[in-house]
């Protein structure tokens, strides 16, 4: 398999070139350059695969330049050392109609963790097959719960260092004591005054910055991904959803072969991205339902075709969506408008110039044969967050209740009832403030500090505190750095400088 550019500059890179560069050089995203194929004889092959067996046959279909051991033994590493349960991703079911993808059972309690344990192997592996010499400096804006994974991910290997930036007001406090409390030889953490846009705008401008790579690259230094522009994060996310179907059909939810819908809570566009690639390797999906929250430029644009970031940010209960420019669109566009991707280069100018662009009739009629969009306001997600504990005893994370209370939505308007996985990012223990106020009430928390309100919810509900979050305000704290966001290359520079 071959990647290219969805802005025209690049082809014919391997995965392993992918993976290392992480973003186009014009400053597009690699695309795999052919669609695979899993026909129904390969579905019912696979449909009795453990999820390291699946993980090993979709990774090898893209990373055809790894041998069939490499793929393994990132798989292995990745997934069977104890850094998740048994089952990895576990789907529960809550009514005859619905079951949760639970995605977030691995070292960080958020779903990024699914991609995060296996992109170092990957690049690790990579960086030897393309020669790399220079330390790769992994360089990532985080909206909260990419930081951490990707901090757990990389931490220790050798040749890569890992530096973050989180808006200092835009994550939640579980994520920020995760993220200051890092320990690792290889790891820097540093807030930006600003919202998850200004750190990610600040990181992009690094990357495409063509001058400061050439003066680290003299230093044998250079800049990589671990944000979903980075295919080598996408890719281990589409096996998920093989997994949850193939569970739900040998539990006797659905018929092998029989449609599924799946619901996701979007922000940068890259998980629900990898349902799409899903689909379109040949996984029986009737809708994708996009669920956005009160930042809901996603449901407009799906609406309209207009991409219109020029409206105010919301920072809401659900903060890992709180996102105004979704990157990964920007591979559905290309894939939707028949990979033009002259056209895409100019979309991405419009939007860069003018923080707007909007996209023709008919790649938005092909967008919207799969995909269906809305969004929660604050009071409606915890509203679902109070009804789905007492009507199914089951504790949801304000993500997920995102998805959850939208999936209701798309019941009403369409009236399709078709059976549907909503994808579970988080433990509703990362966001226990918004999830115990939701259903216990303001006054059961008064003068509860962020760690009392986590052992509140455990007590009430029964449910243990999950090991990454136990103890973390008795951690030592180690990042205590805080900048402005115009001098996040400053930052970046002093560190990799730094020994
Ligand atoms: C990152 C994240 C999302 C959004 O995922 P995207 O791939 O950016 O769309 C949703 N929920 C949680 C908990 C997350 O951490």
Redesign the pocket.
């Known amino acids: 398999m071959k990647y290219k550019s969805t802005r025209g500059g690049a082809s014919g890179l391997s995965f392993s070139e992918a993976v290392v560069k992480g973003l186009a050089p014009d400053g597009g995203l690699f695309v795999p350059e052919k669609p695979i194929v899993i026909d129904s004889l390969d579905l019912s092959a696979m449909s009795s695969m453990n999820y390291e067996q699946l993980a090993i046959n979709i990774i090898s279909r893209y990373a055809d330049d790894f041998t069939p051991e490499e793929v393994k033994d990132c798989v292995k590493k990745a997934y069977s050392f104890g850094s998740f349960p048994e089952i990895v991703a576990p789907v529960t079911n809550i009514n005859d109609k619905l079951s949760v993808l639970e995605l977030y059972h691995g070292p960080t309690s ?3 963790d699914m991609a995060l344990q296996i992109l170092p192997n990957f690049m690790t592996y990579a960086m030897k097959k393309t020669g790399e010499e220079n330390e790769v400096i992994i360089l990532t804006a985080t ?4 930081g951490k994974a990707a901090l757990e991910g990389f931490k220790d290997i050798p040749g890569i260092r890992v530096m973050v930036f989180y808006p200092e007001d835009g994550v939640s406090e579980m994520q920020k004591y995760q993220m200051i409390t890092q320990q690792g030889n290889n790891v820097r953490v540093v807030a930006v005054k600003g919202n998850f846009d200004d750190a990610q705008s600040g990181v992009k401008k690094i990357f495409s910055d063509e001058e400061f790579a050439s003066v680290i690259a003299k230093d044998g230094k250079e800049l990589s991904s671990a944000n ?1 522009i980075n295919w080598g994060r996408l890719l281990p996310q589409i096996v998920y959803y093989f997994h949850a179907y193939f569970t739900m059909a040998r539990n006797g939810q659905i018929r092998l072969g029989a449609k599924i819908n799946f619901v996701v ?8 991205l990898a349902c799409y690639y899903a689909k379109k390797a040949g996984l029986p999906i009737n809708r994708i339902i996009c669920a956005s929250n009160d930042n809901n430029i996603l449901s407009d644009f799906m609406a309209t075709g207009t991409y219109n970031k020029n409206r105010s940010f919301m920072t809401t209960i659900s903060p ?2 709180d996102i105004l420019i979704s990157s990964n669109l920007e591979r559905l566009l290309f894939d939707a408008s028949g990979e033009d991707a002259v056209m895409i280069a100019s979309l991405m100018d419009e939007l860069k110039r003018d923080g707007v662009y909007t996209v023709d009739n008919r790649t938005m009629n092909n967008i919207n044969e799969t995909f269906w969009a809305s969004y929660a306001t604050e009071a409606e997600t915890l509203r679902t967050i109070t009804d789905t504990y007492n009507k199914y005893n089951y504790l949801v ?1 304000p ?1 997920t209740a995102v998805g959850l209370n939208v999936y209701e939505k798309y019941r009403q308007t369409t009236g399709d009832d078709t059976t549907t996985v909503a994808v579970s ?2 433990s509703p223990f990362k966001f226990n403030s918004s999830v115990a106020e939701a259903i216990f009430g303001k006054e059961a928390l008064e003068g509860l500090d962020e760690f009392e309100v986590l052992e509140y919810l455990s007590e009430k509900t029964g449910i243990e505190i999950p090991m990454p979050l136990r103890n973390l305000n008795k951690k030592e704290i180690l990042h205590k750095k805080v900048c402005e966001a115009s001098d996040m290359k400053k930052e970046v520079l002093e560190y990799i400088c730094s020994k």
């Open positions: 958020a779903f990024k909206s909260g719960d990419t979903s809570p979007t922000g940068n566009f890259g998980n629900i890992a969506m994370d993500h990012t988080a």
